[in-house]
């Protein structure tokens, strides 16, 4: 991994001022889930969200990206515009849908 330039608000918020090696634009939203059931097919009924799975969210507004953890109350519709407006970034290891 390359040295990465992190740093911290007043506030205590941690964010770098670029994207981390390794990490990629979330090819697809299904990345956040897994399937509760075993199967391999994702439904709307079978899937909850990949609780702990390390995400970066960019702010276009100030260029930075903020480490965030997907955990029980993460809002699914807040995920989704942030992957919809291409703000969102995984680990490109921790892929379990996209080949």
Known sequence: MTEIDYKE??????????????????????????????????TKDNSELRIGLHLILFNPQTNEYYPRWIHYTSDRMQLFQYYKDGNLFINQNDLIWTI
């Open 9 to 42: 608000t007043e506030d205590g918020i941690k964010y770098y001022t670029s994207l981390p090696d390794n990490f990629i634009l979330l090819p697809n939203y299904k990345e956040l889930f897994n399937t509760n059931d075993g199967t391999k097919i994702l």
